[in-house]
């Protein structure tokens, strides 16, 4: 499977392109580097800290990858824009399902949410203005993260998850809105189901390990798809998506970024009255942002 990085596609306004692969470094160099945000080894993050009068809005990047593979540092060039308009940015890493399958990878995603909340005062960053973005397995972290309750814990013993999960937009490409099977089967067809991602996501070595094994698993299958969290009073969310259309989906790559993950969610969105942007080339566009900068420029600056 194929690809594109969403630092990258900030850059390029998430222009409506197949995904592909972006290899360069980040251009530069960040403030703090590797911090860990929890007590294992992948969880750790970059921070660029941007300039400005008061406490600065922040830009968080998951990396996608499938939740099987993928690093922050492979972000490409695209944080200068948002620094220069006085935006810092963090790019996170986490355990990847290999090692430890869901809840891990979202959860830790979560927790370097509410690890940055935690050094607000020492990294400037005001509490208030968060947003996400991520590719793929990003998009579907960050999606799950803006829909999802607050994972604060009041009580907890540790300060960091005392701290609020809720973010105040996110805008992703590629995501999947659902991960279970027996939602996205239908949705796409049966190529969808030959992604590693979905079986990897459940600790199944084999998609006919997770069908076999489906009531086992469906409660992970039912809580991390986004769409399943969907309510009126979340945060702003815009999706892009490639505009191959063509179902059922061709082969696994192009099921598991099919443009129907984000037409589904937006059906939901909808009904519910919850603010939802989709945006696919000659298929969808949105009368209030014309891309994904536009949206979070404005959801971050206002």
Not at 155 to 181: C, H, Y
Not at 248 to 276: A, F, M, R, T, W
Request: with cysteine; charged share 20%; net charge neutral.
């Amino acid at each position: 499977m194929k690809y594109l990085t969403v630092l990258a596609l900030l850059l390029l306004g998430f222009c409506a392109c197949p995904l592909k692969a972006v290899d360069e470094p980040v251009a530069l160099s960040p403030t703090v580097a590797e911090v860990s945000y929890g007590p294992h080894e992948m969880n750790v993050l970059d921070f660029w800290k941007a300039e400005g009068e008061g406490p600065r809005p922040l830009l968080v990047y998951i990396h996608g990858g499938g939740w099987v593979g993928g690093d922050k540092s492979k972000s490409g060039p695209g944080i200068k824009p948002f620094l220069d308009k006085g935006i810092s940015v963090a790019a996170v890493n986490y355990r990847l399902s290999g090692e430890a399958p869901l809840p891990a990878p979202v959860h830790d995603a979560a927790r370097a949410i509410q690890f940055i909340r935690s050094k607000a005062t020492e990294w400037n960053i005001d509490k208030n203005r968060i947003a996400l973005t991520g590719g793929s397995a990003g998009a579907c972290t960050s999606m799950w993260i803006l829909l999802h309750d607050d994972l604060a814990d009041p009580e907890s013993k540790d300060p960091v998850l005392r701290e609020s999960t809720r973010v105040q937009g996110a805008a992703v490409r590629g995501g999947q809105t659902s991960i279970d099977p027996k939602v996205i089967e239908p949705w796409l067809g049966p190529n969808v189901l030959k992604h590693r991602m979905i079986n990897m996501a459940v600790g199944e070595e084999t998609m006919e390990g997770a069908l076999e094994n489906y009531d086992k698993h469906k409660a992970f299958f039912v809580e991390f798809s986004p769409y399943n969290h969907v309510s009126k009073d979340d945060p702003p969310l815009l999706m892009t998506y490639g505009n191959d259309m063509t179902l059922p989906s061709k082969n696994s790559g192009h099921g598991i970024h099919h443009p129907v993950y984000g037409v589904k969610l937006k059906e939901k969105s909808d009904g519910v009255g919850h603010e939802c942007h989709l945006l696919i080339q000659g298929v969808s566009k949105s009368d209030k942002y014309a891309n994904a900068n536009d949206f979070l420029f404005k959801v971050l600056l206002k």
